[in-house]
């Protein structure tokens, strides 16, 4: 439920890196009006921007020179506002001015930090023409991490990531509460073990403590589980890598702890306690059902996971041969 990590972001920008390309191009030729450099503020079409494009931070406008003529016009929660700041600043240097050729086409620039918003973001620019016959260029800065979320669909469950995270935040501190109880239980029983009171204590009582002993063990490595996987850790529910992850880990949990129950009930039965040796027996089955299971999900899993990623890749070459003059 954490935001996502830079190499996440790249990640995923490598891997639809043609679409972005084309929705801030076509987001380019929405923008170029001939008017941009005569009213840059009240042109209606940063307003539908700032609507419909929630990933877009900066707009300014830059002549041949490379020298910004307009103030920075910002895009916050759909609101555009001027700034007092970025008028005259020379831009002759970077790359959305130095790579952008003279043709009547756009320029996307690689991902690199944002010096305003300190995230990852893309600089769009295109040559534009005002109606006086002045030639300039238009620049856009975009948010790539809220990019690659508008492009997935993901804004409204990001908005939502908050209250999710509070509430396994507080199934984790439940589970860290009871695993305190447990540990109290247990030392209460070390400490009647080895007390004078109970020189005549049951052979089988330290057993009864490991079980305690397992239970919370069993319980921590759960709610650690879930802390890391839903509220420490960016979690891409659009890769089956993550689900099965979440999953293994559970499973793995589970298995320990079958696994020294199923230890310690052979052991009572080495003692002399013969009912337990069929559960001892169903409980060691049951492990290696769970671990048979697993691998194969695992294996299946990862298997399905590298196919899809091939046919998108595939997908993404065939497009950008096709888009190749």
């Known amino acids: ?67 910004q003529v307009s103030p920075n016009i910002s895009v916050v929660n759909q609101q555009v506002k001027l700034l007092n700041n970025g008028k005259q600043a020379d831009r002759s240097q970077r790359p959305y001015f130095t790579q952008l050729s003279q043709a009547n086409t756009a320029h996307i620039t690689r991902p690199y930090l944002s010096n305003a918003g300190g ?56 589970l860290f509460v009871l695993v305190t109880v447990l540990m109290w239980t247990v030392t209460l029983d070390i400490y009647e073990l080895f007390s004078q009171a109970s020189a005549r204590h049951d052979p089988l009582q330290p057993f009864g403590i490991i079980i305690f002993l397992t239970l919370a063990l069993a319980i921590f490595d759960l709610g650690k589980t879930i802390l890391e ?47 337990y040796i069929e559960p001892a027996i169903l409980m060691m089955l049951a492990v290696v059902g769970l671990l048979v299971g697993l691998g194969i999900y695992v294996y299946l899993g990862a298997k399905a996971e590298l196919l899809l990623t091939q046919t998108q890749a595939n997908r993404h070459c065939g497009r950008a041969e096709k888009n190749t003059p």
């Open 119 to 174: 995230g990852l973001c893309l600089s769009a620019s295109q040559i534009l023409t005002s109606s006086t016959g002045e030639t300039g260029i238009v620049v856009i800065d975009v948010n790539l991490t809220r990019l690659i979320e508008f492009m997935m669909g993901d804004s409204a469950r990001r908005k939502m990531s908050p209250f999710f995270k509070s509430i396994y935040a507080a199934i984790v501190l439940c």
């Open 229 to 275: 996987e839903e509220v420490l850790m960016h979690k891409d529910i659009f890769r089956h890598s993550s689900t099965r992850r979440t999953i293994t880990r559970f499973i793995s949990t589970i298995l320990i702890a079958i696994s020294i129950e199923a230890l310690l009930t052979m052991f009572k039965a080495s003692l002399g306690e013969k009912q």
């Open 1 to 67: 439920m954490a935001a996502m990590s830079y190499l996440s972001v790249i990640e995923r920008y490598h891997e639809y890196e043609n679409l972005v390309h084309e929705l801030l191009e076509s987001i380019l030729v929405g923008v170029g009006d001939v008017n941009l450099f005569d009213k840059p503020v009240s042109a209606k079409v940063f307003e539908d921007m700032a609507v419909s494009y929630p990933f877009v931070e900066l707009i300014y406008l830059l002549d041949e020179q490379g020298i």
